[in-house]
């Protein structure tokens, strides 16, 4: 007999009678031999709503209360379901992270998963009950709710099937696997059936929705078999996430992942010293703000800019702390720019195919797109566009490497 952690997205839980389909894709996981613990993100728009409510009271620096809010979907769709699997003939019983508990650090907004014990959870299971958990929440050494970043319910799955030794944990959501582009932009993109966890991790981290890259990290991490599927049709179709040692064989790239939340963010006349890097990431990090590809250019003697990338959520909250912090920075004035997109272009093959950046870069000046940025590790090239040249970016580097569902048979 197999366990199974099954994690369910907002789309999946959305409405009473997707409850009820659920129930019914539970039941089906039992009917096969296995024991399930189920994991529960909050219905559809509900966590925006309690975020904006708790944000319009208290717009600047997350606080406890702000979690004790934004927690409130998980639990609501966790009692739910539970009830629709006793309906459907089931033994259920919701859980909330404390009554496990999950434990994590005291970060608002953005706690790690520090501890879970599962012994409460063996208990319900030997019971012949299914627990259904709350995701995105956890538990502080002072007592307090926490929650961990949205999409945090992934992250929650994985290190429950950690801590219960699952055989292998299934992420639900409204799309049947992990596909080669945004099919929304990119018509012809194609369902891939394996993705290296490296790629994973580099696609959810670039912004692709599919995952919370702390999930994937955590599975990568801890060996957890992970598989991407959708809860919305019958097909047993998804997407498995396989050790990086079993894609070696796989095309150069496979994918392309695009970002429209984050803006373009520039430091002007910093003093051009030792250190200055440093006082920001020091700064930054200080005020929980992810700065990601900061590049330094010299513009006159002793000075430089300082570029780099933020969450659009973080704009105010950075020109308030870097304003806070402009004398020992020594910088003139911040330019902000929102009218960019980030294209990122990922695969196994850039580890030792040299060509391939020199591709991307051609392919997009064939389009007259120019580069604001680039930033290359082994396994992906991020750039920085502007967000008007996206369609046709995502369009030509996507027939560049073949990607598409037609000129994959046509090379097979």
Not at 83 to 109: E, N
Not at 116 to 124: R, Y
Not at 129 to 157: H, N
Not at 326 to 347: C, H, M, P, Q
Request: a neutral charge; aromatic letters at 4%; charged letters at 20%.
């Amino acid at each position: 007999m197999a366990l199974n952690v099954l994690k369910f997205g907002g789309t999946s839980v959305a409405n009473l009678a997707r409850l009820e389909h659920v129930a019914q894709v539970v039941r089906q996981e039992m009917l096969n031999g296995n024991q399930v613990v189920v994991v529960v993100s909050a219905m559809a728009g509900i966590t925006d709503q309690l975020v904006g409510y708790s944000q319009a009271l208290c717009p600047h620096e997350p606080t406890a209360e702000h979690d004790v809010v934004a927690s409130a979907g998980e639990q609501v769709t966790a009692g739910l379901l539970a009830l629709a699997l006793k309906k459907a003939g089931m033994k259920a019983r919701s859980f909330l992270s404390w009554q496990i508990p999950i434990h994590t650090d005291s970060v608002a907004t953005n706690a790690r998963i520090q501890h879970i014990s599962p012994d409460k959870l063996l208990q319900s299971l030997r019971q012949g009950e299914i627990p259904v958990v709350a995701g995105f929440q956890g538990l502080s050494t002072e007592g307090l709710i926490t929650t961990i970043g949205r999409g945090g319910s992934d992250t929650t799955a994985v290190a429950i099937a950690v801590a219960l030794k699952a055989d292998r944990c299934d992420i639900y959501t409204d799309v049947d696997g992990v596909y080669t582009a945004d099919p929304r932009l990119v018509p012809d993109a194609r369902r891939q059936d394996t993705l290296s966890y490296s790629e994973m991790f580099e696609m959810a981290a670039a912004g692709a929705k599919v995952l919370q890259a702390r999930s994937v990290e955590m599975a990568m991490k801890h060996s957890v078999k992970l598989r991407v599927l959708s809860s919305l049709t019958d097909s047993p179709q998804g997407t498995e996430i396989v050790a990086d040692q079993q894609a070696v064989e796989k095309g150069n790239i496979t994918s392309i992942v695009h970002s429209l939340q984050e803006a373009k963010v520039t430091l002007r006349n910093l003093k051009n010293q030792p250190g200055i890097a440093a006082k920001l990431y020091t700064t930054m990090g200080n005020a929980n703000i992810l700065i990601d590809m900061m590049t330094q250019s010299h513009t006159r003697e002793g000075c430089c800019d300082m570029d780099g990338m933020i969450s659009r959520g973080d704009i105010e909250r950075f020109g308030e702390t870097m304003n806070q912090f402009r004398e020992g920075l020594g910088f003139s004035d911040i330019a902000i720019d929102k009218n960019v997109a980030k294209i990122t272009v990922i695969g196994i093959g850039l580890r030792s195919n040299m060509d391939i950046p020199a591709l991307i870069c051609r392919t997009l000046a064939d389009e007259s797109i120019n580069i604001h940025m680039i930033y290359s590790s082994e396994i992906k090239m991020s750039l920085v566009i502007n967000q008007q040249s996206l369609q046709p970016a995502l369009t030509g580097l996507h027939k560049v490497f073949r990607l598409a569902q037609s000129t994959q048979k046509e090379a097979a």
